[in-house]
C-alpha cells in the first residue's frame, strides 16, 4: 500500500506557519540549542550562529540566533565569542565541542538564557539577542562543584 502525505490534509496550520517572527520580551527562557551554522562575516572573519530554540516558561517553541564573533581582525570580539561559548560548555558540563561534528555535545541541553530586545536599525528590523555572559545552567550536574577539602 502507497501512502502520500501533503500538509493540506492536515485540519490546523502547520507550525511553522503559525510561529510569529517578532521579538519575545526581554527575560529568562529554558532553551536548547536546536542548530549551528559557520558563517562568513561581511568583512572576512567566522562566526559561529546558534539557533536556541525556546522551552519554556512560555514562548515554546520560538527561536533566538545567538552570533559568536569565533574569527575576527578585533582580539577583543573573539575573546568574547570563547568567553560566551566557555560559559556555554559550562552550563551543559561539557569542556568543549566539535563544529565538524555538528557541535552535537552542546545540542539539546538545556540551559537558561537571559534574552534581550535588539532595537531596528536602518534595513534591520527589531530581534532577540543573548547579551554576554547570559547563560546560566539548569541542571546541578552541570554546575561547577568545588573540589573536596582534604
Not at 528590523?125 to 577539602?149: D, F
Amino acid at each position: 500500500m502507497s501512502f502520500k502525505f501533503h500538509v493540506s490534509m492536515a485540519e490546523g496550520k502547520p507550525e511553522s506557519e503559525s510561529k510569529s517572527f517578532d521579538p519575545v520580551e526581554p527575560g529568562q527562557y529554558k532553551a536548547v540549542i536546536m542548530d549551528a551554522e559557520l558563517k562568513d562575516t561581511s568583512k572576512g572573519g567566522k562566526q559561529l550562529v546558534l539557533q536556541w530554540e525556546i522551552t519554556g516558561p512560555r514562548h515554546e517553541g520560538r527561536f533566538v540566533w545567538d552570533r559568536h564573533n569565533v574569527e575576527n581582525s578585533n582580539p577583543k570580539a573573539v575573546q568574547i565569542a570563547n568567553d560566551n561559548l566557555a560559559k556555554i560548555c559550562e552550563c551543559v558540563g561539557v569542556t568543549g565541542f566539535d563544529f565538524e561534528d555538528g557541535c552535537y555535545a552542546i545540542r539539546n541541553k538545556p540551559v537558561e538564557i537571559t534574552v534581550q530586545i535588539e532595537p531596528a536599525s536602518g534595513k534591520y528590523a527589531a530581534s532577540n539577542s543573548i547579551p554576554i555572559g547570559g547563560y546560566k545552567a539548569l541542571t546541578p550536574s552541570a554546575q561547577s562543584v568545588p573540589p573536596p577539602l582534604t
